[in-house]
Every structure is written in structure tokens, then in C-alpha cells.
């Protein structure tokens, strides 16, 4: 398991020239590691959870729910600062796919129990939460931070600590994520070439949904 230098050769992740470098990363990473969702819901409204036509085939087939139902394309108005990417164009303007929420802002799928109800076909993006795994353009491993929305108290996350999870698992996600956000990048750029572009129910059939 290696790590990208600057100089963009490769050494073994956690290896430093100084051992308390070494020491400071190991108990940082494995703190983190061992964070455990103390079910606030804090980050189930906020901020609008994007999703990828991956996410969406896979709450569809796991929810017995059409995609209409699970889906909200957010406009400029609805989003927070800095979310500026992803844009869908439909012919009324340009907009930014996310999981609904219900009327009091919160996640579809949060029950009355702080519980998610679509926990096996949940968003990529909910998966590592609050962890965020940083890969190079390589897909290999540079580091690991706490996710920005927290450590800026956007939301008021209040995890717990216990047994570090694995972090081969973390990675796993991570590579997911990434594989699957540029596959929807290059859907979306198909898309948006398109000359008559349609609504909301165009664009989900374009994603076969």
C-alpha cells in the first residue's frame, strides 16, 4: 500500500522519516477509523445528498420505489455554497440531482427511529461518512481527513468512537466513489450535447430509470 509525494514517486503509507510523524499519523488514521454513527441524523438533511445514476439503480431495485419518487432536481436557489458542478441542463434551466427529503428537510429515508431505511442500497456519499478517503489520480491512497461539513460545523455531527472499522473497506468505497462519480460525469456530458434535452422524466429515462 503506497502513498503519492509530491515529487510523485511512491512510498509505504505511514512510513516518515520521523517516528512521531509515523506515530501522529497512525493514531490519527485509526481514530478516525474508529468512528461510529451515534444516529443524530444531523446528516440526513443537510447538506442535499448528490447521487450518481449508480446510487439511483440501486435504491430502485432495493426500495420497490420509482425513481420520480426518490429523486429532486435541486436548482441554485436550494443548494450551499460551493456545490457547483455536476449541472444537469434541461430545458428549463440547469439543475443538480439529490436524494428527496421530506418536508421538514430531513432524508426520505430517516425513521422515526434515527434509523436509515434504505441502509443496504444507501448513497455512495453516505457510505464512508464522516470520513473522507483521499485518493491520487491513480486510485492509491494519500490520506484520510474528517469530512469538511463537520470539521467547519456546517452540521453538528455527534459521532462516537469504538473499534476502528477496516480500512481496506474505506479504500474500497473510496475507489467506488470514484470510478462511479466519473462514469456519471461522462453520462451527464453525453446529456448535456444533446440538442433537445427534455425535463426531468427525459433525463431519468436517459438514465434507463
Known sequence: MTQRTRDGTSTPVYRSLYRNEYMKLNKRTTRLL???CAQCGSCCGEPMIELTHHDLHRLVDNVNLPAEKLVKLYDNSELNPGEDNDW????????KMGLRKKRNGECIFLSERRQCAAYEARPIACRSFPVDVMLDENNKFIDLELSDIIKTKFIRCKHTHGKPRSFNKFRQIARQAQSETVSYWETLKR????QDKGAKSDFLKFLKL
Open 191 to 194: 446529456w448535456n450535447g444533446l
Open 88 to 95: 444537469i441542463y434541461l430545458s428549463y434551466g440547469r439543475r
Open 34 to 36: 474508529s468512528i461510529e
